[in-house]
């Protein structure tokens, strides 16, 4: 009696739907699986296709699971069971178990043979880590260790720091600040809030990845044949046009700060009361600074919280400059060429600029966004 061999019958419908997903589906091994339902289906036998019928040859046993899946569920269950997936128990056992223990520092079983733990013992998960600490992982390979992960949705991630400010008074002057945007929000002709700082730049450039040909070797940030020198900033952000007034000068002390409220104090005369966000560097608070801006009827200076620059946009301004300007120039020799492109750069936004504002959180999602524009 001859043996019986396993075939498969297909609608046109179930036909073309393989048909589809065999020529046009992304996924390497759907493709594949597809193929072997149809061979199967032309009359070949499972064992014939697993040995000579497909691009890799296949243990006879995985075309004869695949042939079971399609039988049971259709395409949908022949599909549902990607490769590379879990051996033992279930997925949500595993998310939970991993995503929970993710949350401290590794720790390795002291019943685990020497040759699976990892000396010292790190304090950050890596991959390498990950299957060592877990019993069930210890036969995958590390890209396997990626898949599991990937599938339980646990990501490779850049870390944050939780920002911190000491100031009692974070709250109250948090909570001013806000009702100070809210002001501006409600009646932008009449008030408006800067948010005011400064900065300092050097004659050297910082090292930065640059193009350059690969035979050369790495870039170098030169700093040619002259003493390093410093240049400071005192600037001021619009938080609702994104207009920005700055100062530019060797040394930015008491004379200067004085000197660049007034050039405020001028520019936005047509305002009844223009608020002025401020870090509390002791030049800010020195006395006679603030006897001079008390002279400034127009000028209310809100004081942020202590050690709280998150809370400073313009701090962002600082950052653009110096990713597009300052790191990695070659302008060591042409000192004041540069000074000029950095004030270039500031001039761009005088007139306002959404882009800026989008740039340093004030136009979007933002809290201050949120607050000023809706």
Request: glycine content about 6%.
């Amino acid at each position: 009696m001859a043996a019986y061999e396993r075939t498969l019958k297909l609608s046109n419908r179930k036909r073309k739907q393989l048909i589809w997903h065999r020529d046009r589906d992304p996924h390497p091994y759907v493709r594949e699986r597809s193929s072997a339902m149809l061979k199967i289906a032309d009359g070949h036998a499972p064992h014939w296709v697993a040995q000579q019928g497909l691009l890799k040859t296949r243990d006879p046993d995985t075309v004869y699971q695949w042939l079971d899946w399609y039988e049971a569920g259709g395409f949908a269950e022949l599909m549902a069971h990607a490769p590379g997936g879990y051996r033992g128990v279930g997925v949500e056992v595993h998310r939970t178990e991993i995503a929970e223990r993710l949350q401290q520092p590794p720790e390795f079983s002291p019943n685990k043979p020497q040759a699976t733990v990892l000396a010292p013992t790190p304090c950050r998960w890596r991959l390498t880590v990950v299957r060592a600490h877990f019993n069930w992982l210890a036969d995958y390979t590390l890209s396997g260790v990626w898949r599991v992960l990937q599938k339980l949705d646990i990501q490779w991630k850049h870390g944050y720091v939780r920002q911190w400010s000491p100031d009692p008074e974070y709250t109250d002057k948090l909570k001013y600040l806000e009702k100070c945007l809210k002001q501006v929000a409600k009646d932008p002709q009449r008030f408006a809030l800067l948010f005011l700082d400064e900065m300092g730049y050097y004659r050297w450039p910082s090292p930065a990845r640059d193009w350059l040909a690969s035979a050369t070797g790495y870039p170098l940030a030169e700093h040619g044949d002259c003493n390093n020198q410093q240049w400071r900033v005192i600037g001021a952000l619009n938080a609702y046009t994104g207009r920005i007034s700055y100062l530019q000068n060797y040394i930015v002390g008491r004379p200067q700060v004085i000197r660049f409220h007034q050039q405020l104090h001028d520019r936005y005369r047509r305002f009844e009361k223009v608020f002025v966000v401020e870090d509390n560097w002791n030049v800010h608070t020195h006395p006679d600074v603030n006897a001079a801006v008390e002279c400034l009827p127009r000028l209310e200076r809100v004081w942020l919280p202590t050690y709280a620059s998150w809370l400073n946009p313009i701090e962002k301004l600082w950052r653009w400059t110096r990713q597009s300007i300052l790191h990695h120039h070659r302008m060591s020799a042409h000192w004041p060429e540069l000074r000029q492109r950095v004030a270039a750069f500031f001039d761009q936004f005088v007139n306002g600029s959404k882009a800026l504002l989008r740039y340093v959180g004030l136009l979007g999602d933002g809290r201050f966004a949120k607050i000023l524009h809706g």
